[in-house]
């Protein structure tokens, strides 16, 4: 059974930094593109970050640009999200999701993922 979960999230202040992970388990991504999405309190589910298969190409959504990187550890099969300088705004349920293709680039599109995690809080206070 393939797994997705996230870890790292919390309650954090205005400027402050987290890191999340998503570790996956059942099958390796390494070959794959991941991806990670978030979805604010009453707002619809948003592009964040996403690594293409090989990890040397990332693309960021336009809010978040600056802030949040992604990386990829291969020999984990784990995806990470750094972000730092966190805005209110930045509070939402984190997901990360995985391609099931090979040598795929990252997408913006949710539709382009075939498996997705359960999802990490992330509350920033102020």
């Known amino acids: 059974q393939v797994r997705l979960v996230e870890s790292g999230g919390g309650l954090v202040p205005a400027g402050g930094s987290l890191r999340l992970s998503c570790a996956a388990s059942?099958?390796?991504?390494?070959?794959?593109?991941m991806a990670w999405f978030r979805q604010g309190p009453g707002k619809e589910r948003e592009f964040v970050a996403s690594?293409?298969?090989?990890?040397?190409?990332?693309t960021y959504a336009d809010a978040i640009k600056g802030r949040f990187s992604i990386s990829r550890d291969k020999s984990k099969n784990t995806l990470y999200l750094q972000m730092s300088s966190l805005q209110l705004e930045d509070t939402a349920l984190y997901y990360c999701?995985?391609?099931?293709?090979?040598?795929?680039?990252?997408?913006?599109?949710?539709?382009?993922?075939?498996?997705w995690g359960q999802g990490t809080q992330i509350t920033v206070s102020s």
């Open positions: 690594i293409n298969w090989s990890g040397d190409d990332t």
């Open positions: 059942g099958r390796t991504f390494s070959g794959s593109a």
């Open positions: 999701a995985a391609d099931s293709r090979l040598f795929t680039a990252g997408s913006s599109l949710a539709r382009s993922y075939d498996y």
